[in-house]
């Protein structure tokens, strides 16, 4: 078993306590796209990196949409996420709000570079159901 020392240090070097902060927004990706978090909501956002290509990926694996739907009700309990997707600019900064795709958040980003992932109908899927399992307490 690796200490915690190896593990910072040889599997998550990017992992640094020091710098914690409140996150208000999910963003969904798939793996089709260059995979690196949308960078003007990394102030704001978590990244849910979900295995596959494309839209005929994601929506023909039952089992991992499950995953992604427990995972996006699981943070946004956690930390009390909103449903919409929002954006609020203050200054320079961009803060993110609520759950979406790398799609829109890109659309609004200074330096957005077209990103494609992932799919409007797959977004609307998952919000559906952690709705589902809110609801359901
Ligand atoms: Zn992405």
Redesign the pocket.
């Known amino acids: 078993m690796k200490s915690e020392l190896q593990i910072k240090t040889k599997l998550l070097p990017w992992v640094d306590s020091r710098y914690k902060f409140n996150p208000t927004c999910i ?4 793996w089709g ?6 960078k003007c909501a990394n102030a704001s956002a978590i ?1 849910i ?1 979900i295995e596959g290509n494309d839209e005929r990926d994601l929506d023909h694996n039952e089992k991992q949409f499950q995953s992604v739907v427990a995972l996006v009700h699981y943070l946004k309990e956690t930390f009390h996420i909103a449903d919409t997707f929002t954006m609020e600019q203050i200054g320079s900064t961009q803060l993110f709000y609520g759950i979406t ?3 829109q958040v ?1 659309k609004l980003c200074q330096n957005g570079s077209g ?1 494609i ?2 799919h409007d109908q797959y977004v609307e899927r998952v919000l559906t159901h952690v709705k589902r399992l809110a609801n359901k307490g």
Do not use: N
């Not at 796209?33 to 949308?38: F, I, K, M, N, S």
């Open positions: 963003v969904l990706h798939w796209e260059p995979c690196q978090h949308a990244g990196e795709s790398h799609k890109d990103k992932d992932v």
